[in-house]
């Protein structure tokens, strides 16, 4: 891999501390060029193409592959079947932890979802491999698919999401329910959702002896080693996984797939270097997504339309094979101040590949229910949808009683309101058009996802020459980690950027913890905060140890580091460089390692959650039903800030997410095949440029003495949420049709005219 | 991929005998084929590459009036024709509707006539499709057909034709030039498609070896130029192909509509003349009851072939748009959003 040449915005830009600063992605330019080596473009000499067959049916079993018609074919080197691979050291059907998902890498001839790894095509050229792959022709036995929400008896499954308890109680909710004066019953469906990364799964796999040498995008670089030492029985340190960029992860690339255990397989087949890309449609089955979800809300509300009681049931799909499920109903938990809450889970078990983590799980789909469901209640309460929300504001948790750690919701209701113009919203629906006679509708959610933390290490160092480097696996997915946790790492070490060279996307750096759960910068940076100090530490022993030193004997004032220099606390008058320090010392550099973790004692006291506002306008057309949104401002408290530019970026996104669920994105399930019927781009709709109205994203300070360190508190996915009940809001406010199948279409409203 | 031979001919006459041979196929600017390639969908023997002939790429104003545009001229080169949009603007705000930037600059016109449906059960070579595989049965019927055919459709076959380009052309009489293995022809562009019947498979008259050389649009086309527009229904802004679409282009005298012409796309295998609406429109007010009265006999014969029924009832409210937005007169300049419901919002909301 190339040196990575990061730039940064000028100098003059930043003031003192990096963080705060609002740089350019450092890796702009390079991606901006063509530059960025993403994991497919990696040719080393010998390089061999694998590509996989898939299964065609969601459930039975092959028959028959034609290996000798494939492996006539000009190009064509080997073929991988169940019956001619390498052996894996363990069997992959055995969790060996919770973060360890079943795959399918050829062990048997069972086919348990459509678009199924049933072989792999090894050849000189990918159109050989490719063209190898389409001769191999399977036959199958075919057995029923289980199709949909209703496919099967339902079960109550042990946990939900990340070992969250599948049922929450609080108070007696069938008392708050028949105590209310108001009441919605209602049912919501969210469609399967698959994660379309721009950059598909990819992998280059190479065996030198037994070293492997693996270029592969990663959310999570030290569990996929993890996971690929225990599957092929090596050691870790023979194993080195690069992944600098990402196009893309949201989930899909945080746990090891069947499809790059197969690329490794391959490698070790053919005793070549393998490349391994995923087509578009074959990322509809391997690699996760976001199960359908159907969700009934039972809101209860006295007459002055406080809540009395919430109840919220999600229906979900796994797999017949293994568990994951969406937690959807858990996004009832902290919003909104219910005496009585419960929250439940059931799921039913389809020939699909198993759901996993997409981009706020649970919270996205509980989130466009309860927020919808909570418009509908302020509707029947004769209440604006802002004043409902703020007459139930939840003071502490609701469901813990804990109070939090901070949150700044108040102000995000108040500032977006007021940029948003809510205050001159009509209550009652289909009352607003445009001067084109467009029926204007506004709708609002709320935003919240937990502030998570997970665990991570890094590496300081600093250097005679007046330079530092901050070394740690992190993961730059286009979330920009790149600059920002470069920007932590200057500021934990005293110098200007551009003199810390800051090392991530590689295995061979101690381990940054998964990128996921919106906890990547804080959990990373918390990790270079420590070892900055730490490595800060050293250095300050050295000079307050050495009476040579103008900061000898400040051991108990302390020092400060700033702009390369260690200056005494209580006399900024005595001061030396870290090369005057190090030099005299007599050593080329100083390192100390450090790490970063979540506070259990400070969890057990806080509920600790990012919030927001979004606010959404949208108009449709009153015959067509065809829906546009116009406007959409969000504000969101998230803790401490640490580079605007792309916190703003990564906002926008989520609020397009937000969006793109409410009135886009949905795979289409065949329901007797079981077969997605549009696993493409042209035809899996996600908005276009002319879709995304002007977005205006309010980022409200909020300060967290509590979540960690730095008080971060993560914005990668509490953007989608309240964004996507918004949009739905303002249709219904825009038309007066309620939709609950999501995402919304046109027929939906060519109800009315 | 499957191994083809890759032609490319001097001369028409050239490109015609190579095209005739079996599993030969033409290939322009590949915008829908190598998709197809890509998916097993098509697999041709031997694609015979027809962007290198002379001749094909002119717009012509011809001495009687008529417009004659070259099977190679692109999408975008067409659409940004000042004086083509400015004479048929129905057919350029149709072109800019269509696909996306990049697309229309590389799609040619005959690729345009010629592109296959987006029926996925098409697409999806694991599923029964009497188009793709003749006599295999019909998977989109009982299948996830919301976007199926209302008009024209057999138990064989319920896909639609995906272009916009071919309805306004379509309503304007358009006449495509073919060059064969007898020799030249030209044949109205209502008689191109086939519908479905018991031969989905046969989706044009087209004969091997048939090369559409250019379209041509009739003097009397001109006379729609102020009043035509081009209306498409689509689940996003941009990128979508039309769940309903119209053309209506209207010649108003002395306040009546002297000749109406309307077509729908999305609706059938072929473009959807509907003469019976443009029957009751002539000689009448342009007026909201007239425009009903149209859209009720445009969708007469029309009945679901799925999950569908709501494309009738859309479809009918387009027709009524399209035909006000029509006699309401073409826009000075292409919409931002052509031919959107929102193309009437001032100027570009977003950035």
């Known amino acids: 891999m190339p040196e990575l040449n990061l730039t940064s915005a000028p100098a003059h830009l930043r003031h003192g501390s990096s963080i705060g600063q609002p740089l350019t992605r450092r890796d702009g330019v390079l991606k901006v060029k063509g530059q960025a080596t993403y994991a497919a473009d990696n040719h080393p000499p010998g390089l061999l193409f694998a590509v996989i067959a898939v299964s065609n049916i969601a459930h039975g079993r092959v028959t028959s592959l034609d290996v000798a018609a494939a492996k006539r074919h000009p190009g064509v080197v080997e073929v991988m079947t169940p019956d001619h691979k390498p052996p894996l050291a363990i069997d992959p059907e055995i969790k060996t932890n919770p973060f360890v998902f079943r795959m399918e890498v050829l062990q048997s001839n069972e086919v348990r979802y459509a678009n199924q790894p049933i072989a792999v095509v090894i050849a000189e050229t990918l159109e050989a491999a490719t063209e190898g792959a389409v001769l191999l022709a399977p036959r199958y036995e075919t057995l029923p698919a289980l199709v949909g929400l209703d496919a099967g008896k339902s079960y109550v499954p042990p946990v939900v999401g990340v070992g969250n308890p599948t049922e929450n109680h609080l108070g007696d909710v069938t008392a708050g329910l028949a105590s209310a004066d108001k009441q919605i019953d209602a049912i919501y469906e969210t469609p399967a959702q698959y994660h379309n990364a721009m950059e598909p799964h990819a992998i280059v796999a190479h065996w030198n002896g037994d070293r492997l040498e693996i270029d592969m995008p990663t959310q999570g670089l030290m569990l996929s080693l993890a996971r690929v030492a225990e599957l092929f029985g090596i050691a870790h340190d023979k194993i080195h996984i690069r992944s600098p960029f990402l196009g893309g992860g949201f989930g899909s690339k945080g746990l090891m797939a069947g499809p790059p255990v197969l690329g490794i397989m391959a490698a070790k087949l053919v005793g070549k270097p393998v490349k391994l890309v995923l087509r578009r449609e074959q990322m509809y089955g391997p690699v996760g997504h976001r199960a ?339 406007r959409m401002v969000g504000a969101f408290a998230a803790g401490r800030i640490v580079n605007p530019h792309l916190v703003r970026s990564q906002l926008f996104g989520g609020m397009i997410w937000g969006l793109s669920f409410a009135l886009h994105e949905e795979a289409i399930t065949d329901r007797r095949s079981g077969r997605i019927m549009n696993a493409n781009l042209g035809e899996y709709h996600i908005p276009v440029n002319a879709d995304v109205p002007p977005l205006d994203v309010i980022t409200v300070e909020e300060h967290d003495p509590h979540v960690n360190a730095l008080g971060i508190k993560g914005v990668g996915e509490i953007g989608i949420t309240g964004s996507a009940g918004a949009v739905a809001n303002a249709v219904w406010h825009a038309t007066g049709v309620r939709v609950r199948r999501f995402p919304i279409r046109i027929e939906d409203l060519l109800t009315q005219r | 991929m499957k191994q083809f031979d890759y032609v490319r001919p001097a001369t028409v006459a050239e490109a015609v005998a190579a095209a005739a041979q079996p599993g030969a196929t033409y290939l322009a600017a590949g915008t829908n084929l190598l998709d197809l390639m890509k998916g097993n969908i098509s697999r041709p023997d031997r694609l015979v590459d027809v962007t290198h002939l002379d001749g094909l790429d002119q717009i012509e104003r011809l001495a009687d009036g008529s417009l004659r545009i070259g099977a190679l001229v692109s999408n975008a080169d067409l659409a940004h024709d000042a004086e083509f949009a400015k004479t048929y603007p129905a057919v350029a705000e149709a072109l800019l509707s269509g696909a996306s930037a990049q697309l229309r600059n590389a799609a040619t016109v005959g690729g345009n006539l010629l592109q296959r ?90 004969e091997p070896g048939d090369l559409i050389l250019a379209v041509r649009l009739p003097p009397a086309a001109r006379g729609f130029a102020a009043h035509a527009r081009y209306l498409k229904v689509r689940e996003r802004m941009s990128y979508a192909f039309a769940i309903v679409s119209a053309a209506a282009a209207l010649r108003i005298e002395d306040g009546k509509v002297a000749e109406a012409r309307l077509a729908l796309g999305g609706v059938a295998a072929k473009p959807w003349r509907a003469r019976a609406a443009e029957d009751v429109l002539r000689g009448v007010a342009p007026t909201a009851d007239a425009f009903q009265e149209a859209a009720w006999r445009a969708l007469a014969d029309a009945k679901p072939s799925g999950d569908n029924s709501y494309k009738i009832e859309l479809a009918r409210r387009i027709v009524v748009r399209a035909l006000t937005l029509a006699a309401a007169g073409t826009p000075a300049r292409i919409p931002a959003l052509p031919a959107s419901p929102f193309a009437s919002t001032s100027g570009a909301i977003h950035a």
């Open chain 1, 292 to 630: 359908p979800t159907r969700q009934r809300l039972r809101i209860g509300a006295d007459a002055e339309g406080r809540l009395t009681a919430l109840d919220h049931h999600a229906r979900t799909v796994s797999s017949t094979f293994d568990d994951f499920y969406e937690p959807a109903a858990d996004a009832s938990h902290t919003l909104y101040a219910a005496p009585a809450i419960r929250t439940s889970h059931d799921a039913v078990r389809v020939n699909t590949g198993t759901p996993l983590f997409m981009r706020a799980p649970g919270e996205a789909t509980g989130s466009i229910a309860l927020e919808s469901a909570i418009d509908e209640m302020a509707w029947a309460c004769g209440m604006d949808p802002l004043a409902f929300r703020l007459k139930n504001y939840a003071e502490v948790e609701p469901i813990t009683g804990k109070p939090f750690s901070s949150k700044a919701l108040r102000a995000c209701y108040d500032q977006g309101a007021a940029r948003f113009g809510w205050a001159k919203r009509s209550l009652q629906p289909r009352q607003m058009r445009d001067d084109a006679g467009l029926l204007v509708g506004w709708g609002m959610g709320t935003a919240t996802f937990p502030a998570l933390m997970f665990q991570a290490e890094a590496r300081a160092v600093l250097r005679r020459d007046g330079s530092g480097a901050m070394e740690i696996g992190a993961h730059d997915m286009g979330q920009g980690a790149w600059t920002a946790l470069a920007q932590i790492a200057a500021d934990e070490l005293g110098l200007d950027i551009e003199r810390v060279e800051f090392k991530a996307g590689s295995s061979d750096l101690p381990d940054a913890g998964i990128a996921g759960g919106s906890a990547h910068t804080a959990t990373a940076g918390a990790a270079i905060h420590s070892a900055g100090a730490a490595v800060i530490a050293k250095l300050a022993d050295l000079a307050t140890n050495d009476e040579r030193s103008p900061l000898f004997g400040a051991g108990n004032a302390g020092v400060i580091a700033r702009d390369g220099r260690l200056t005494r606390r209580d006399d900024e008058s005595r001061s030396e460089s870290y090369g005057e320090i190090l030099a005299r010392a007599g050593v080329a550099e100083v390192e100390a390692r450090g790490t970063g973790a979540p506070n259990p004692a400070a969890m057990e006291q806080y509920a600790m959650h990012a919030h927001g506002a979004v606010f959404a306008e949208v108009k449709v057309d009153p015959e067509l039903g065809q829906i546009r949104v116009t």
């Open chain 2, 117 to 206: 449906t987006r029926c996925a059960y098409f697409y999806d070579t694991a599923s029964r499709c009497n188009k793709r595989e003749a006599g295999s049965g019909c998977d989109a019927r009982g299948g996830e057909n919301r976007t199926h055919a209302v008009l024209g459709w057999s138990e064989s076959c319920i896909a639609t034709h995906p272009s916009d380009f071919c309805v306004p052309l379509l309503a304007l009489d358009a006449i495509v030039e073919i060059e064969g293995r007898n020799g030249r022809r030209e044949i109205a562009l209502d008689e191109l498609h086939r519908l479905p019947g018991h031969t989905p498979e046969r989706e044009t008259v087209l």
